[in-house]
């Protein structure tokens, strides 16, 4: 058996024999996976058929559906809480963070504002009285807006006086936390709101309130020794006017001020040296770290200057608003409810940055965009605190700001999606317009656009409809990239429709589409959705989401382009039938009636007329009666051709099935000069013009494939060494917009002040009143990790249990003072001092409810033993008083236990036996111990804390105590834990899904092994090239790799099937997959671009380089895969043909004469096979327009039509699908 002529050996104008001689036949063992081909193209050929044989009814039926779907849309529901988005799904931060709320409920104790004030000129000392002063105004001036902020402010350890009097005036005095360098100055005082009233004396402020001097002014009128004692513990002293003023000269500074006689300005950073204190000088001390950023000192350690101030303004949680102004004479006739309590916390909220962010431009009007304000307060400053030429600057933070962040992130910006779907239209049918109206498909882009744009919609309203969320991801990216990624498909169908077979029957046109493009739409359209359940598999619930809505997406566009495109198809060839103009379908098309005649005559010199109207060609054939199946078989020999242009280097091997006369009719009519309706030269040139003339040839060359390979290669190991550039990790600054005042804020905090809040938490399940020396442990290590804060030497630790114990250690001493002087006795505590007559009540418990006293223990046990433990029987009594007894000392431990030790009231006068008998606090089943981390600024900083702190719950889970971190730490980063981990294993699950998609629908694995490699070669590359880009790797940028695969198979499969269905040599295999190929995927690549580009225009920075930068190299790394190495690898690696070219005669082939300049020859054999006859035929062409586009030609004699075969880069292998006529249309 002869094997069809090589590359360079085959003529350009060598026509297979027809289809009735049966040349193509399996090779080999190929016969199985053609088989099945043919059969699933069959499928596809009847659905086509049925598409169009009812085209209007599915076009009808599909909008409908899509439509009903879309209107899920209204039921959508956009997620902007960050735990929810962000807190990996199922993992131990989830299940901690659920503990938490079970135990606590939903809201955190208190929400925080935040202020810094940085200098405009950097690297200045803000350590000055002038500073500190500028700090105060806005401090002030942001405060004081609205609601009074002492009315809404958190106060912690207020405490329970029988007094009513004194009771009452606590109660308006009591002052807010307030973490701020102006505490260590009596200016402090005049951020606390609030006053008093006492007859016969000014109004009592903290301003001038000096604690020791009123309780001496009172004592007298009423029993203040508790309140005194409880002063004292807390050693509140003479609180803000025992403190020196910033501005001695001012008229209001106190005389009690230590530099108000002197009149000298205070030495600010010896003064904020160590930290301030609040009221409180035991409970309320705010280190240097959370009051002042970019700190210099000598080298001895002392302050000498600093970039930065802070002050932190804590606010009560909506539900403690609601509790606390219940049934208040304020709020009785607004319907006060907690949702009424939370807008009064944003709206405040939100005017305090406002306000901040206004003076912060000393003296502007506006504000950010980001932040309107929605409420009904007033919109003028009370002062403008800053003036112009300030030379200091104000930033502005609150929780509410970054919900509101959020919120305008999760938005959608129809702007931006309808420029985006406008210009996806205009691209669609300026590219698909033709000159010739016959074969013009502008209305075809136009409707397919509109198409995928109605199948987006509906994908999303079915995700609305099954219940998952929408976040920023979903609104800001996917309504675009789902367009871009669909319109592909709308591409590829209707190139394929244009150049179908010659001869195919009107009915068929469909059906034969579909049949030879089906398979590489399924193909895609399943990669790309396996490639999204694949991303799925990141626990991160935004990104979870997110890839789950793109399945769906994806799902219902390949629903659309398979089911309804056809149907679009179908009319618009009713409407080419018809001769009707592409678009305005209502007006017939000019060039209606123009027919060319071949009459028989001779070419004298072989060369072709130019100009004129009727062409005759005389075409030299053979016939020749098979010995084996006395068939006669009438085929062009290799050399009965036209001769190229020399402009052709492939020459009809690429475009055998165009046969010699219809290209011989297209190049005469391009000639003319004043044909009607002729094309201008520009307008016939097209991309698979260029693929076939200049693109294949130069590619396909040896050297050409040597310098793809090797540069491809470079690109390659460059990439490996960018992948070991990147970083993990995704800052807040990423996702706010630069250039806004939320952006400032948070780059100063993250330079100055990289500080994070975190709790150490205890869980029920083990017995804490024996297990006091494990938690001890579990401090301590827990304390002695690099990131944690350390408490000064100076204080003890900062937390419940050392709290606790040293209450219980002074009240023991006081007990002990007491019992020596006689004080205290046997039967009465009366005498004692208060803190004696709690250790008196104490030590009688024994904790069995049959004999709960016990008087004999008195002088027999002590409270705390010599190694520093709680005596276990009265761990849980002992703290059902000290909860009680010491609020100030429980409020700053900020234990929040769980159950809450019930309350007590202590009368050391009452000492009858129910007083006696002290509730014991239930068994706790939540209780915590704060502390701060700092100096966390990269991601590994972050690992490092989180990997220490769970190594010490480990250690600690080994001595019985169950304890978790739990902190914004843990919950936004310990995802990097396992991240890479969780990229690899869906990489890898991914490629191996792909691989067997691609080989179960090609059919072949070695196609599909190819198609896999450069999948993962454009992983690997993409990967470095955000190395190289400084985009660091999270969540966000895995789902994008991941996806990456399955977007990839967009610009590899439809090469490799044209490779994979295409006779020849492997070089002209390649060169037919790119000519049949380049023109879809160019355009599919160019409106995937078209519809990132609106990303582009997205107001978030992190929009633009996590989404666009990213996608946008995808795309270009895809387009270069898939047309440039994917072409060179098979060309040298790629599988044999399916089919080959089985040959009966083996005719003498001889070297074509070179054409003459300026006109087209025959090429005539010297010699004639000898079992040859000479045959001369006449045909009639119709050129403008054909009653079928692409059937051309028609006989003009009784004798039987010869029809030119199409080649597999036509048809694909639709030669070798067994498939029936397709019933007529109906």
């Known amino acids: 058996m002869a094997r069809p002529p090589p590359l360079q050996e085959l003529p350009p104008g060598y026509t297979p024999p027809a289809r009735a001689t049966s040349p193509q036949i399996p090779a080999g063992s190929l016969k199985a996976p053609l088989w099945l081909r043919a059969y699933f193209q069959g499928l596809l050929f009847s659905l086509g058929c049925g598409i169009q044989r009812h085209c209007g009814k599915v076009l009808f039926l599909g909008l409908l559906a899509f439509g009903a779907l879309a209107l899920g849309l209204r039921v959508a529901i956009v997620e902007t809480d960050l735990e929810q988005l962000w807190v990996e799904v199922g993992s131990r931060v989830s299940q901690e963070l659920h503990y938490t709320k079970e135990k606590l409920g939903e809201e955190a104790a208190y929400t925080s504002q935040m202020l810094i004030q940085t200098p405009r000129q950097e690297g200045e000392n803000v350590l000055t009285p002038e500073a500190l002063g500028l700090h105060l105004q806005a401090a002030l001036t942001a405060s004081k807006v609205s609601w009074d902020l002492n009315k809404i402010c958190y106060k912690s350890g207020i405490p329970l006086i029988e007094n009513g009097m004194i009771e009452r005036m606590i109660e308006k005095l009591f002052p807010c936390v307030i973490l701020t360098p102006l505490d260590c100055f009596w200016e402090g005082a005049k951020l606390q709101g609030g006053s008093a009233y006492l007859p016969g004396r000014p109004d009592i402020q903290w301003t001038n309130l000096d604690p020791e001097q009123l309780l001496e002014e009172l004592g007298p009128f009423a029993s203040l020794e508790g309140f005194r004692e409880l002063l004292d513990k807390a050693q509140v002293g003479q609180a803000y006017v025992g403190r020196p003023c910033l501005h001695p000269d001012d008229l209001h500074c106190p005389p009690s001020a230590p530099n108000h006689h002197s009149k000298q300005a205070p030495n600010v950073a010896q003064e904020l040296s160590g930290g301030c204190h609040g009221f409180s000088h035991k409970f309320m001390h705010w280190q240097e770290e959370l009051l002042l950023g970019g700190m210099a000192r000598d080298p001895q350690g002392q302050l000498l200057r600093a970039e930065a101030l802070q002050s932190t303004f804590l606010l009560m949680s909506p539900r403690q608003l609601y509790e606390h102004f219940r049934g208040d004479y304020q709020t009785h006739d607004i319907g006060w409810s907690e949702e009424q309590a939370g807008t009064v916390l944003q709206a405040w909220q939100r005017r305090f940055v406002q306000v901040s962010v206004r003076m ?147 009915q068929e046109r469909t059906g034969e589409c579909l049949q030879r493009t089906g398979t590489s739409v399924a193909l895609t359209s399943i990669s790309h959705m396996v490639a999204f359940f694949m991303a799925a598999l990141v626990p991160i619930p935004a990104l979870r989401a997110f890839s789950l809505q793109a399945a769906i997406v994806v799902g219902c566009n390949f629903a659309a382009v398979m089911l309804v495109f056809p149907a679009v198809l179908s009319l618009d060839l009713h409407r ?140 390659l190991g460059l990439s490996l060494y960018g992948a070991t550039l990147v970083q993990d990790g995704l800052a807040l600054t990423d996702v706010v917009p630069r250039g806004t005042k939320e952006h400032a804020f948070l780059s100063a905090q993250l330079r100055y002040f990289s500080l994070y809040e975190v709790a150490l938490v205890t869980q029920g399940g083990f017995d804490y009143a024996h297990s006091q020396r494990a938690l001890f442990d579990l401090h301590q290590r827990f304390s002695s990790l690099k990131a944690v804060l350390p408490t000064p030497a100076t204080q003890a630790p900062r937390t419940w249990l050392h709290y606790y114990r040293n209450w219980l250690l002074g009240i023991q001493a006081a007990f002990d003072q007491d019992w020596a002087s006689g004080r205290i006795s046997r039967h009465s505590c009366r005498n004692g001092s208060e803190d004696g ?179 993962a070669m454009m992983t690997v590359e993409l990967f470095g090239i955000m190395g190289f880009l400084g985009i660091k790797l999270s969540a966000i940028p895995v789902v994008i790799l991941v996806a990456s695969v399955g977007i990839g198979v967009e610009f590899t499969v439809h090469v490799a099937l044209g490779f994979l269905t295409t006779q020849g040599s492997r070089n002209l295999r390649a060169a037919h997959a790119l000519e049949r190929t380049f023109a879809p995927v160019t355009d599919g690549a160019v409106s995937t671009l078209l519809g990132l580009l609106m990303l582009a225009g997205s107001n978030f920075d992190f929009i633009i380089r996590y989404f666009f930068v990213v996608l946008t190299v995808l795309t270009l790394l895809g387009l270069l895969h898939g047309l440039v190495l994917l072409p060179v690898l098979l060309s040298i690696l790629g599988p044999p043909p399916e089919v080959v070219q089985m040959y009966k005669e083996s005719p003498e082939v001889l070297s074509p004469p070179a054409p003459r300049e300026g006109g087209l020859r025959w090429g005539l054999p010297p010699t004639l096979p000898q079992s040859f006859a000479r045959v001369t035929t006449s045909m009639t062409v119709a050129l403008h327009p054909p009653p079928l586009p692409g059937a051309y030609i028609h006989p003009a004699s009784d004798e039987p039509t010869w029809s030119p075969v199409a080649t597999p880069a036509a048809s694909g292998s639709s030669n070798l699908s067994s498939r029936g006529p397709c019933p007529a249309t109906g």
């Open 837 to 1015: 007559a709690l250790a008196y009540k104490l030590l009688l418990q024994t904790g069995d409810a049959q004999e709960p006293l016990d008087f004999s223990q008195l002088t027999t046990r002590k409270l705390v033993d010599k190694e520093g433990l709680i005596a276990p029987e009265l761990f849980y009594v002992g703290l059902t008083m000290w909860v009680s007894s010491d609020p100030l000392g429980l409020a700053a431990s900020q234990a929040n236990f769980y159950p809450p030790p019930p309350e007590w009231l202590h009368d050391k006068y009452d000492t009858t036996g129910e007083n006696l008998r002290i509730p014991a606090a239930q068994p706790l089943e939540f209780a915590q111990f704060p502390f701060l981390l700092r100096g966390l600024q990269k991601t590994a900083d972050f690992v490092e804390a989180i990997e220490g702190a769970r190594a010490a719950c480990a250690e600690a889970g080994q001595a019985g105590v169950r304890a978790y971190p739990s902190g914004s730490p843990f919950l936004f980063w310990e995802q990097y834990l396992g991240l890479r981990r969780y990229f690899l294993l869906a990489i890898c699950i991914l490629l191996v899904c792909t691989f067997l998609v691609c080989a179960l629908l090609l059919l072949n694995p070695w196609t599909a092994g190819l198609i896999v490699l450069v999948l």
């Open 576 to 715: 080419r039938h018809c001769q009707r103009l592409d678009v305005l379908c209502c007006f017939s098309s000019p060039c209606s009636a123009r027919v060319i005649q071949i009459l028989p005559q001779e070419l004298g010199d072989g060369t072709v007329p130019v100009g004129i109207a009727h062409l005759t060609a005389t075409v030299q054939a053979f016939a020749h009666c098979e010995a084996g199946s006395q068939h006669v078989v009438t085929i062009l020999p290799p050399r009965a051709r036209l001769v190229p242009p020399p402009s052709d280097p492939l020459g009809s091997e690429l475009f055998s099935p165009g046969g010699s006369t219809r290209d011989l009719l297209g190049q005469e009519e391009g000639t003319r000069q004043k044909a009607t309706c002729s094309s201008l030269p520009c307008a016939r040139w097209n991309l698979a013009h260029f693929a076939r003339s200049q693109f294949a040839p130069l590619l396909l060359q040896s050297h050409s494939k040597a310098i793809v390979l090797v540069l491809f290669g470079a690109l």
């Open 360 to 506: 912060g431009k000393g003296g502007a009007r506006g504000c950010s965009l980001l932040l309107p304000l929605r409420s009904t307060l007033s919109l003028q400053l009370a002062q403008e605190a800053l003036p112009q030429n300030s030379s200091q600057q104000i930033h502005a933070f609150s929780s509410t700001t970054l919900d509101d962040i959020l919120h305008a992130f999760s938005e959608v910006s129809a702007a931006r999606v309808v420029g985006g779907y406008l210009l996806m239209l205009a691209y669609a049918c300026v590219t698909m317009l033709r000159w010739d109206c016959a074969q013009s498909q502008g209305a075809v882009g136009l409707a397919g656009v509109l198409l995928v744009a109605l199948a987006v919609a509906s994908g999303l309203g079915l995700c609305a409809l099954l219940g998952i969320a929408f976040n920023a991801a979903t609104t800001q990216v996917l309504p675009f990239l789902a367009l871009g990624i669909g319109v592909d498909d709308i591409f590829l169908l209707a190139h394929a429709f244009t150049e179908a077979p010659p001869g195919t029957p009107l």
